[in-house]
């Protein structure tokens, strides 16, 4: 019998913990906005991205066609505004804030 192993219940550091990904608020807000371009019919897919340094929300007006938009977050911007970020296609920043809910409401999605 192997007496080195051990039973761990609770093996999350907390201190170390790093959200690497939207939270539930910020996930609400896109997909409640994703919902209402959906039945729009101005979008019609959305993909995920994740890395070490963001998460992004693609969406897309044909599947088989490139993003329109990626709403990202940056996990750790230089700049508080920098923390969401509108990109285009080619990954120009359209559009930055540090507050998800105000960015998203400021932009006009069909004259973008």
């Not at 219940?9 to 539930?24: H, L, V």
């Not at 938009?69 to 559009?95: A, R």
């Amino acid at each position: 019998m192997n007496n080195n192993l051990r039973l761990v219940i609770d093996n999350i550091n907390k201190k170390t913990e790093e959200r690497n990904f939207f939270e539930k608020e910020e996930l609400k807000i896109i997909l409640n906005l994703y919902a209402k371009m959906v039945s729009e019919g101005s979008w019609k897919d959305y993909g995920l991205s994740i890395s070490s340094k963001q998460v992004g929300f693609s969406v897309f007006k044909n599947a088989a066609e490139n993003a329109l938009y990626k709403i990202c977050k940056n996990f750790k911007p230089k700049n508080k505004n920098l923390k969401y970020l509108i990109t285009d296609t080619n990954g120009k920043v359209l559009k930055n804030s540090f507050d998800l809910k105000l960015l998203l409401k400021s932009i006009n999605w069909k004259k973008l």
